[in-house]
T-cell receptor
Framework: AQKVTQAQTEISVVEKEDVTLDCVYE???????LFWYKQPPSGELVFLIR??????QNEISGRYSWNFQKSTSSFNFTITASQVVDSAVYFC??????????????FGQGTILTVHP | GAGVSQSPSNKVTEKGKDVELRCDPI?????LYWYRQSLGQGLEFLIY????????KSGLPSDRFSAERTGGSVSTLTIQRTQQEDSAVYLC?????????????FGPGTRLTVL
């Protein structure tokens, strides 16, 4: 079985603060993919990043960065200098690559991020 | 259109009625997924289509739920004899293939309210 845990239900920050969203996962598979999605108030899930289990390099994209640590089964997401437009629900998700996984996503419960002006 | 579309955007129904939810995936995407988002359960996988076949229906919560896909394109999720616990947002996603590394593109969802 696989599981994704986002322990932070809600986070509130003031604009320009840095914020880190935690994600811990469980899987028995050795090959898997991890994802982050953003769900703004409009409701549509927006893909942010994909990382495979063999690539532990951290990634930075503008104000966003991701820290993947296999040793702790974590895939944390940091927003630097947060902005009001970053306010959304953020989901971490896991998909196993082997066998008949078909790309099915297992999601965490989501973290509601509110950035105040 | 360029993205995944779903209809209706909102559906209010009475307990015991049947409902049909529609998903139009991105053209050329062979894989289609249905998920459900509810307050108590978060985002859950329901069913996966590859073309018109559904090799994974493991997330359908009961036999009141069924889905089909025709022409390798449009999919319909049907809920029979709706119950209040079926109230949720039903999300559809498509991807180029069913490979794990393919990004899934999500539609805006159908918000179902069962009175």
């Amino acid at each position: 079985a696989q599981k994704v845990t986002q322990a932070q239900t809600e986070i509130s920050v003031v604009e320009k603060e840095d914020v880190t969203l935690d994600c811990v996962y469980e899987t028995r598979d050795t090959t898997y993919y991890l994802f982050w999605y953003k769900q703004p108030p409009s409701g549509e899930l927006v893909f942010l990043i994909r990382r495979n289990s063999f690539d532990e390099q951290n990634e930075i994209s503008g104000r966003y960065s991701w820290n993947f640590q296999k040793s702790t089964s974590s895939f944390n997401f940091t927003i630097t200098a947060s902005q009001v437009v970053d306010s959304a629900v953020y989901f971490c998700a896991l998909s196993n690559a082997g066998g008949t996984s078909y790309g099915k996503l297992t999601f965490g419960q989501g973290t509601i991020l509110t950035v105040h002006p | 259109g360029a993205g995944v579309s779903q209809s209706p955007s909102n559906k209010v129904t009475e307990k015991g009625k049947d409902v049909e939810l529609r998903c139009d995936p991105i053209s050329g995407h062979t894989a289609l997924y249905w998920y459900r988002q509810s307050l108590g359960q978060g985002l859950e996988f329901l069913i996966y289509f590859q073309g018109n076949s559904a090799p994974d229906k493991s997330g359908l919560p009961s036999d009141r739920f069924s889905a089909e896909r025709t022409g390798g394109s449009v999919s319909t999720l049907t809920i029979q004899r709706t119950q209040q616990e079926d109230s949720a947002v039903y999300l559809c996603a498509s991807s180029l293939t069913g490979q794990t590394y393919n990004e899934q593109f999500f539609g805006p969802g159908t918000r179902l309210t069962v009175l």
